[in-house]
């Protein structure tokens, strides 16, 4: 497997149906216990993309992913904006050193955008934010690749991995982000990052396995 | 829809504002020079913070997110470069992680000296380490009257700055919600709470406060809000002379924001605590929350100073 | 309740009015004299109406009725004999039956030369001799901003009510309400309105208006407001320079506010008509209601110079 | 029957129980048409007669009237105000003149402070206003004494009266005071100020029939 530009565009596609097919699902948890417009920054972020379908075609990876970075920083705002451009510039930019050739590279290059999402929020496992979903899911994809697994078990594991990382926040005390400031109010909800980066990776996850277009 | 109502805001003060599309970013109309260009933002649904407080002894350009969200980079860089005038930029930033991350994105981009002063004036949430710290709510506008005071005066950007950052160490706010806010993308309330409840220490997002009370008397209300101002402010506040802000948050009738600023008037009083400053209105709203937060500053007579100086902007003004 | 807010309305505007109770009214902090008096005066849950706009260059006095309620005519002969100044007094009065009642008795039997300017701007409810005429709403501002102008250039009683009667001849409003107000002492809301409706036409007591209609575009709605406007001006407004006051009821975000503003000035800039002033606010209330309403005002050079002459009080202050 | 000060006081008292009593039935109306204050506004007048007892008792009922139609004045406020205290007035310069020393003599008075009312509020019947009660009240109860009917049956007649103008509102079009402004939709609601005096009239004559003191 390699990361080609061809197919970050139709994971763009898939992620931008899944986040309005769970729109109620996202909306509400931003509700719930932060301000509510986590679902239409992340729409907003998802259409963005997609509208630069025609600039990215035929570019390398890396230079696709920077051009969504700072196109993401420009659009969606909020918490959001600076956490996903980060994870964008991060990952391109090992890729941009890696290749991205094979499964382990793309494992690895999702993890080094996880990692400047971290420094950007100066965050860890356990706030109740949307890493909760991201670390669990980096540390998954490469265990998996490591292992030499078939891409639909990866797939399957990494599926699996964000869905265990989303119910988890369910119980912990929201301490970085907006929510934070509910203090023990925030137990008992999912976090609104976290669900929707679930439905991302879980839609990226499908179009793998089995190609919609 | 934003688009809209910024043409219109600039319509309305087009002797005071000129607006700039893709990015979005307004300015005062007349650049001003020789002195620290101040710039604030943030989500929309706060009007008039901050576009309402550009102008002659307050900001120099403001950043207008979508509704709630906090604004890009890429605005902060385009508002700086327009109006900076050569002794740096002070960002006035309310302190969440979304204004804080896209502000610091912009602050490391930016090609000028520049300072930020975070506010985080809301007492309604006890800081903890654990935490990003306290929001910005209402004291954001004392900060950016008086900042922008001193900036006028052609005070440099380390001085500018700290003016900022005592005001906001001296300064306590705290909230509460009757009803909550609708986002318009949303469509529908952020909060359910029924007629007999109320929300203690609500966001200027409708988030969530520290707790849901049964609605009491106004009085006892207001009294446990001034409770937790002072005892944030703590030894401050002994003897002190101070502003007192009532601001509506969105959907409070200005009879009920006065109703709360002579209650809130009377408990400081009894406390030997001076109102010598007021200041009662829409300043830092909600979109349409029906609701109120209290804000008080400890003066000094450096504050009081910036505060009294003449100001022309569409939300605040006078002396001019 | 009345009384604690009309209390924290005096201290939070100490330098500015002094308040008296029982019988309730507010004047100037300091006397003006060699000066027409003018006092307005209506029910309360309008504000900043009428009390927000004592000051110089506006009213000497106003009083305030219970929620909604004319005040009495005891109220209006205090507040003149403690604002007369040998020149007459001058009372400014919204057209409702009670209001007129009310003042009309006051006048009977003040001691002092006085006269009356009704104000009718209201052109929702179209006009028929069969009725007490149109209701003064958000122009009565105009009224009182300009006349309180005149009034302070020593012009003699005459000339004060020759002014306001003529800006109230060219003056048209009409609002438009999204929810209800709900009277505190009833406790629920005044009317039921669906989410998909709103009420065209509504009053400032939230009077149903001409029509209830199913929400549509915001544009259609406003386009439909303008040219109510326009037909109850009439000729005036050919090539004509205007005030554009867009005014928020009570719990309009200032976003919405100036969006209508946005929309309404390119109505009429469509059919030749210059927005030459403008104004934009919550200046006439309706306690909490979700609506907002649009006046314009036909502009001459007179009454640009008594709009733009300096004016300082609780809610309209520039030029001082 | 002779017109006593006692008599008003203790008719000030049934007054305000009757107003409280019918409060649903008054406040909906000027909600439905009007403003929604005219209940309040009834009820802080009947408070402040009451509460004038001391001040009252043992004064000739002319006076007494004086002395209401001034509190009123400026205790009510809005349309109600100067309506209510106009018809004291009137009615209290009437008794003064004929001494209020029979039937016939306080119908004649009723009626001059019914003509004070119009005058202040410009108004006559058929506008959709408290005159489509007052006004045939006020020719039924002189055309009821001019028969030497019974008190009873004056009562019973005047409450006659005060239901069927009550009722004359429902399909009126309002074209004095705030309803006016509603035009053909004023019809279908009766008017809250007819509503409230025609309350006022029937706890009166109540009272008259069957004292509860
Ligand atoms: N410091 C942080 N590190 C990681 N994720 C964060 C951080 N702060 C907030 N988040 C995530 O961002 C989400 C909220 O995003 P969004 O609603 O778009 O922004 P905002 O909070 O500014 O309204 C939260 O649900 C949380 O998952
Ligand atoms: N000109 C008038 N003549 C007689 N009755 C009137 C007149 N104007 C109003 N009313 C009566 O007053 C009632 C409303 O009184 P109220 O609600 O107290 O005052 P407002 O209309 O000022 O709110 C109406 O229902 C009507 O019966
Ligand atoms: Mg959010
Ligand atoms: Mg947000
Ligand atoms: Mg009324
Ligand atoms: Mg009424």
């Known amino acids: 497997m390699i990361l080609q530009t061809d197919f970050i565009l139709k994971a763009a596609l898939s992620i931008q149906a899944a986040i309005i097919t769970h729109k109620p699902d996202i909306e509400v948890l931003d509700q719930a216990i932060g301000d509510g417009d986590h679902f239409i920054n992340v729409l907003r972020g998802a259409d963005a993309i997609v509208s630069m379908s025609d600039e990215l075609t035929g570019l390398p990876a890396d230079e696709a992913l920077n051009k969504i970075a700072i196109k993401l920083l420009s659009t969606i705002g909020g918490a959001a904006g600076p956490l996903f451009a980060s994870f964008f510039m991060g990952m391109a930019k090992n890729i941009k050193q890696n290749g991205g050739h094979d499964t382990l590279a793309i494992a690895v290059a999702f993890a080094a955008g996880v990692q400047a999402l971290i420094k950007r929020g100066k965050g860890k496992v356990g706030e109740k934010t949307m890493l909760d979903v991201l670390v669990p899911v980096a540390h998954t994809f490469i265990f998996s690749a490591i292992e030499n697994k078939t891409v639909t078990a990866i797939c399957t594991d990494i599926k699996t991995a964000a869905e265990d990382g989303l119910a988890s926040t369910r119980d912990l005390i929201a301490t970085k982000g907006r929510a934070a400031g509910l203090g023990e109010r925030s137990i008992g909800h999912l976090d609104a990052g976290a669900k929707s980066c679930q439905v991302m990776i879980q839609a990226v996850c499908n179009l793998v396995v089995q190609p919609l277009f | ?320």
């Open chain 2, 1 to 320: 829809m934003l688009t809209e109502s910024l043409s219109g805001f600039q319509k309305a003060h087009a002797d005071l504002v000129s607006l700039h599309f893709m990015p979005n970013y307004l300015t005062r109309k007349q650049k001003a020079v020789n002195k620290v260009a101040i710039i604030s933002g943030g989500g929309a649904g706060h009007e008039p913070l901050h576009a309402g407080f550009i102008g002659k002894g307050m900001l120099d350009a403001a950043c207008p997110g979508q509704v709630f969200t906090s604004p890009t980079p890429d605005q902060m860089i385009a508002a700086a470069e327009a109006v900076h005038a050569d002794k740096g930029v002070l960002l006035i930033v309310k302190n969440y992680a979304g204004d804080v991350m896209n502000f610091e994105m912009a602050a490391e981009m930016l090609p000028f000296e520049n300072a930020t002063v975070l506010t985080s004036d809301d007492c309604a949430v006890i800081n903890s380490t654990f935490t990003d710290g306290r929001r910005g709510v209402a004291g954001t506008v004392i900060v950016e009257k008086c900042v922008g005071s001193i900036a006028e005066t052609g005070a440099d950007l380390a001085s500018c700055k700290a003016l900022g950052d005592k005001i906001n160490a001296q300064t306590a706010s705290i909230g509460v919600a009757f009803t909550s806010c609708t986002v318009p993308a949303a469509g529908k309330p952020t909060f359910e709470i029924s007629a007999f409840d109320i929300e203690m220490g609500v966001g200027i997002h409708g988030e969530p406060g520290r707790k849901r009370e049964t609605m009491r008397e106004a009085d006892a209300i207001i009294q446990e809000m001034i409770t937790a101002i002072l005892t944030d402010l703590g030894d401050r506040t002994k003897d002190a002379e101070v502003l007192l802000l009532v601001n509506g948050l969105g959907a409070t009738p200005l009879m009920e924001l006065y109703l709360i600023f002579n209650t809130a008037e009377k408990c400081l009083q009894e406390q030997g605590i001076t109102v010598a400053r007021s200041l009662v209105g829409n300043y830092t709203t909600a979109i349409d929350m029906a609701g109120a937060s209290i804000t008080v500053c400890v003066l000094d007579q450096e504050i009081k100073t910036h505060w009294d100086s003449p100001v022309h902007t569409p939300a605040l003004r006078w002396g001019v």
